[in-house]
Nanobody, 121 residues
C-alpha cells in the first residue's frame, strides 16, 4: 500500500510558476513509477507527466512539455512537479499517482486527494 498526499497548489497569475509536491508513505516508493494527472471541471482526468522509480526516465504530455518538470527524491519519498509559464488552461485539480509506466490513469493503483491549481489572467 502507498498513501499519497499532494501540496503546493494555489492561485497564480498567468505566466507564473508553482511547484507541487507529493509525499508518499511506505518503503516501496522507489519501486513505483509516479505520475501527475489533472482534471478540470467537466473534463476527464488527463495525464500530465510521469517518472520511473529511479528517476532516470520522464515523459510529458505535449501540452506541458517544455514548461513542466517532474522529479523525485526517493530518500524523501517525494515527487515534484515544477510548473512554469502557467496558462489559464492549466487550471485544474492536480493528482499524483503511483503505478506503472503509462499515460492511462487505469494503470495507477494509488492516488492522492488532489490539490487545486488556479491560473488567473
Amino acid at each position: 500500500q502507498v498513501q499519497l498526499a499532494e501540496s503546493g497548489g494555489g492561485l497564480v497569475q498567468a505566466g507564473g510558476s508553482l511547484r507541487l509536491s507529493c509525499g508518499a508513505s511506505g518503503r516501496t516508493f522507489s519501486s513505483y513509477t509516479m505520475g501527475w494527472f489533472r482534471q478540470a471541471p467537466g473534463k476527464e482526468r488527463e495525464f500530465v507527466a510521469s517518472i520511473t522509480g529511479s528517476g532516470g526516465s520522464t515523459f510529458y504530455a505535449a501540452s506541458v512539455k517544455g514548461r513542466f518538470t517532474i522529479s523525485r527524491d526517493n530518500a524523501k519519498n517525494t515527487v515534484y512537479l515544477q510548473m512554469n509559464s502557467l496558462k489559464l488552461e492549466d487550471t485544474a485539480v492536480y493528482y499524483c499517482a503511483a503505478g506503472g509506466w503509462s499515460t492511462s490513469p487505469n494503470v495507477y493503483a494509488f492516488w492522492g486527494q488532489g490539490t487545486q491549481v488556479t491560473v488567473s489572467s
